[in-house]
């Protein structure tokens, strides 16, 4: 098998590292924005030279962002081409697109480093839906803010230091906002609810609550209180056209599996009606963990595996996040003007905890309040 490899990233590096002294797998053209002499002959700036190379069997794509990636993978797939991919944000909006034709061209997409780094998550939900129906999915699928809110818990950290902290070590998107504002999350749970309900999912549709205006004095008061907070996501399905799907900071007794996962780890959770609660834990971010997917992708390609074969997702789901009630943890300079209770002995900030509510509601509402309040800041609450 010959590559194409577009992006000299962080994961592209890994890939290069993964591969190197593999007979069955080379890398043939690397396509790179600027100049990197170190790789000689194989570094090239135009995609022509990739495309229009027929010893190039497979395009590997780790440029992220959704253009030009999008019109790169989707020429690749028109001419032939398998495409390795772990761009989430691409995905989650031309999922139905890409899959179409790869279909078309009797080529094979593989997607499975996109969700999960290195756990062996999306392959096996792929398959799942052969022999089971999937109810929901949940859990934490983001190392970076996993990585904020567990030191900031552990060590009274800054947000700010321990964000720069994750870029080091190279979790972190190009652009962090991604990470901090739960769109990567989104983009993954939109992936993983596509295919665990067989109905693509709009990612815009999905509500969407991240962890930018978290400060210290917050953790604080959720360790008074005997709560941990992480990021999660959830997707339920309501019937077959109907799903609810949310992505928001929530507050979590100690002793939760969630509350448990540290550093940069993952852990994604599914209950299927005949296998149950299952979950998948492990490195959901990095430079080894997501070039091992990579090149766990590109050698399905070689042995033919198609785990989605005659199940891909049919026409789109319905979003409706008012089925999914709970209470919330509210720090805002606005008057609320629902059910909650003011939490005092916190100094002078303004703290609620409201009656249970649906999730679109408070969605609706911090959105509304947020352009008083650009610092409001908002978290579920289980249990
Ligand atoms: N920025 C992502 C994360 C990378 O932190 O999880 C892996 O998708």
Do not use: W
């Not at 395009?59 to 019109?71: I, K, N, R, S, T």
């Not at 890409?98 to 499975?112: N, P, R, T, Y």
């Not at 996109?114 to 934490?140: C, E, K, Q, W």
């Not at 209770?341 to 309040?369: C, F, I, Q, W």
């Amino acid at each position: 098998m010959k590559i194409g490899l577009l992006g000299i990233g962080t994961i592209g590096t890994g890939v290069r590292e993964h591969l190197a002294g593999r007979d069955d797998i080379s890398i043939k053209r690397i396509l790179v924005r600027r100049d990197h002499p170190e790789l000689g002959a194989l570094a090239t700036f135009h995609y022509e030279d990739i495309l229009f190379d027929p010893e190039i069997d497979t395009v590997v794509e780790l440029m992220g962002g959704m253009q030009p990636a999008f019109d790169y993978v989707l020429s690749a797939l028109k001419a032939g081409k398998n495409v390795v991919t772990a761009n989430k944000l691409m995905l989650s909006y031309h999922f139905e697109e890409l899959l179409a034709a790869a279909q078309q061209s009797g080529v094979l997409l593989k997607i499975d480093a996109s969700v999960g780094g290195g756990i062996p998550y999306l392959f096996n939900l792929m398959r799942s839906g052969r022999a089971d129906t999937i109810h929901s999915l949940f859990g934490i699928v983001n190392g970076t803010t996993n990585l904020i809110l567990d030191t900031m818990q552990l060590n009274g950290s800054e947000f700010s230091d321990v964000l720069a902290q994750a870029q080091r070590a190279g979790y972190a998107e190009a652009d962090p906002s991604a990470d901090i504002d739960g769109i990567d999350a989104r983009s993954k749970l939109c992936i993983s609810a596509s295919i665990a309900f067989r109905r693509f999912v709009r990612p815009d549709d999905i509500a969407v609550s991240g962890i930018r205006n978290i400060t210290r004095e917050d953790i604080q008061v959720f360790k008074k209180l005997g709560y941990v907070c992480r990021l999660l996501v959830r997707a339920e399905r309501i019937d077959a056209d109907h799903i609810c799907a949310f992505v928001e900071p929530t507050l979590l007794n100690p002793s939760e599996p969630e509350a448990t996962v540290h550093r940069n780890d993952n852990l994604i959770g599914l209950v299927g009606e005949y296998v149950g609660q299952q979950y998948f834990f492990g490195q959901g971010a990095g430079k080894d963990p997501t070039a091992f997917a990579v090149v766990l992708g590109l050698t399905d390609i070689l042995n033919g595996v198609r785990p989605l074969l005659g199940h891909e997702p049919q026409g789109y789901a319905a979003v409706d996040n008012s089925r999914l009630a709970h209470r919330y943890y509210v720090r805002t300079t606005s008057r609320l003007s629902i059910a909650a209770e003011k939490l005092r002995g916190h100094g002078d900030a303004n703290l609620y905890l409201t009656a249970p509510m649906p999730v679109d509601r408070m969605h609706a509402l911090a959105a509304s309040l947020r352009m008083r309040d650009p610092n409001l800041f908002f978290a579920g609450v289980r249990g």
